[in-house]
């Protein structure tokens, strides 16, 4: 596993509580340039955003015990300041809503997806945020991407 941190320095946490849901995020995100980890409990999200730090985090909006607005709240209070991408098999318009709500609350969100999510486009969306990461340094850096061309 050493050899997949130094080939894939940028992390995704997948915040799903279906086991095959998580797989095909994971896998994914790995062959994206990703290493993953898996979360199915939303109240150990906070320390698990704190001490693992990942660059995005992949969100389903039906996890137990706790409502998708709240674990929207859980992930800002923690801090996060990667790319949230939604994928929750809601209607569009659950979805869409809350992508604005979780955007008006200060976080990134380039994309909703629904359920079962499309592989391919998910791995071109992993692509294009790696791309943007990498050339706006490591997560390290707290100052955000330059626009300069």
Known sequence: MA???QTAPH???????????SDLILRTALKSGYT???????????ATIRDWRPDVIT???CLPNIDGMEVIG??????FAGHLIIISGQPEWIRDLTRKVASESGLNVPAQMSKPVNLRELH????GIRGALSAGHSRETTSPPSTAP
């Open 124 to 127: 071109e969306l992993l692509i």
């Open 59 to 61: 969100l389903d909006l």
């Open 11 to 21: 992390r995704l946490l997948a915040v799903e509580d279906d086991p095959d849901c």
């Open 3 to 5: 050899d997949a941190n």
């Open 74 to 79: 859980l992930i800002k209070e923690a801090g």
């Open 36 to 46: 993953g980890l898996g979360a199915t409990d939303a109240l150990s999200l906070h």
